[in-house]
């Protein structure tokens, strides 16, 4: 990341004394789910990729047993995780009602079999369990940008646009077939799932810190649509969580 930019990123987002960047993305959603399981839950990470970069994404010793899924064998090398597996890419390895909460962390844009994956995920949550989930939503600009750029070219420029190091993982393809707020409810609701509730935020604009200027275009366009409500529909991370229920209505 160019000096300039980090610098402006010090200035527009600095970092609270609790050590979390003003705008962070990522503690919105693992301060929810935390807050609703404990060392006593057995939690599922489906989508869990590699070991997370970022501590507050580590889970592992704050849930009694961590486990991890993905259809990239890459997943054998997250050291986050109590229990690995691989599958492939909807059906999950498990007995029905074996886990006090499922979460999905930038996973669902990847998803190419929604009801189906939606569906496995209810099946292996105990009643009463919730499904937590981040997600890009489908309509801010960089998942436009994303949505009609050739999966090739997106991997040439979208760790370079985040400033990643030459070790982060190459992105996974999108299709954005879960990102859209509508459907997602509708989805959900068909799978089974009740007590959906999902919160749109708008972090830094971490997508555009290879230059000053972009970065303060994305300054401007974050505290556009998190100073009004109206605009809420265009911030671009979707958190939620839906509940299994506890009894099937019959």
């Given at each position: 990341?160019?000096?300039?930019?980090?610098?402006?990123?010090?200035?527009?987002?600095?970092?609270?004394?609790?050590?979390?960047r003003?705008?962070d993305?990522?503690?919105?959603?693992?301060g929810?789910?935390?807050?609703?399981?404990?060392?006593?839950?057995?939690?599922?990470?489906?989508?869990?990729?590699?070991?997370?970069?970022?501590?507050?994404?580590?889970?592992?010793?704050?849930?009694?047993?961590?486990?991890?899924?993905d259809?990239?064998?890459?997943?054998?090398?997250?050291?986050?995780?109590?229990?690995?597996?691989?599958?492939?890419?909807?059906?999950?390895?498990?007995?029905d009602?074996?886990?006090?909460?499922?979460?999905?962390?930038?996973?669902?844009?990847?998803?190419?079999?929604?009801?189906?994956?939606?569906?496995?995920?209810?099946?292996?949550?105990?009643?009463?369990?919730?499904?937590?989930?981040?997600?890009?939503?489908r309509?801010?600009?960089?998942?436009?940008?994303?949505?009609?750029?050739?999966?090739?070219?997106?991997?040439?420029?979208?760790?370079?646009?985040?400033?990643?190091?030459?070790?982060?993982?190459?992105?996974?393809?999108?299709?954005?077939?879960?990102?859209?707020?509508?459907?997602?409810?509708?989805?959900?609701?068909?799978?089974?799932?009740?007590?959906?509730?999902?919160?749109?935020?708008?972090?830094?604009?971490?997508?555009?810190?290879?230059?000053?200027?972009?970065?303060?275009?994305?300054?401007?366009?974050?505290?556009?649509?998190?100073?009004?409500?109206?605009?809420?529909?265009?911030?671009?991370?979707?958190?939620?969580r839906?509940?299994?229920?506890?009894?099937?209505?019959?």
């Amino acid at each position: 990341m160019r000096t300039s930019v980090t610098r402006l990123l010090d200035i527009y987002y600095p970092v609270g004394s609790d050590g979390v960047r003003f705008r962070d993305g990522t503690a919105p959603f693992y301060g929810w789910l935390l807050a609703h399981v404990d060392n006593h839950s057995t939690v599922l990470n489906v989508g869990a990729g590699p070991t997370p970069p970022e501590s507050q994404r580590h889970m592992r010793g704050r849930v009694g047993r961590l486990v991890g899924v993905d259809p990239d064998p890459v997943v054998l090398t997250n050291s986050d995780l109590d229990e690995a597996y691989v599958n492939d890419g909807v059906i999950l390895p498990f007995a029905d009602g074996v886990f006090d909460a499922v979460f999905s962390d930038w996973t669902l844009e990847h998803v190419s079999a929604p009801a189906a994956f939606l569906s496995e995920v209810h099946r292996v949550l105990r009643p009463g369990g919730f499904f937590w989930f981040r997600t890009p939503n489908r309509w801010h600009y960089v998942s436009l940008l994303a949505a009609i750029t050739p999966h090739w070219v997106h991997g040439k420029i979208a760790n370079r646009a985040r400033a990643l190091g030459d070790d982060a993982h190459e992105p996974w393809p999108t299709l954005y077939r879960l990102n859209d707020n509508h459907r997602l409810r509708y989805l959900l609701s068909t799978a089974g799932y009740d007590a959906v509730e999902i919160r749109r935020i708008e972090s830094y604009p971490s997508y555009l810190v290879f230059h000053p200027l972009a970065f303060q275009l994305g300054v401007r366009y974050e505290r556009l649509v998190n100073r009004f409500a109206m605009l809420s529909r265009l911030r671009h991370t979707m958190i939620g969580r839906a509940r299994r229920p506890s009894q099937t209505m019959s």
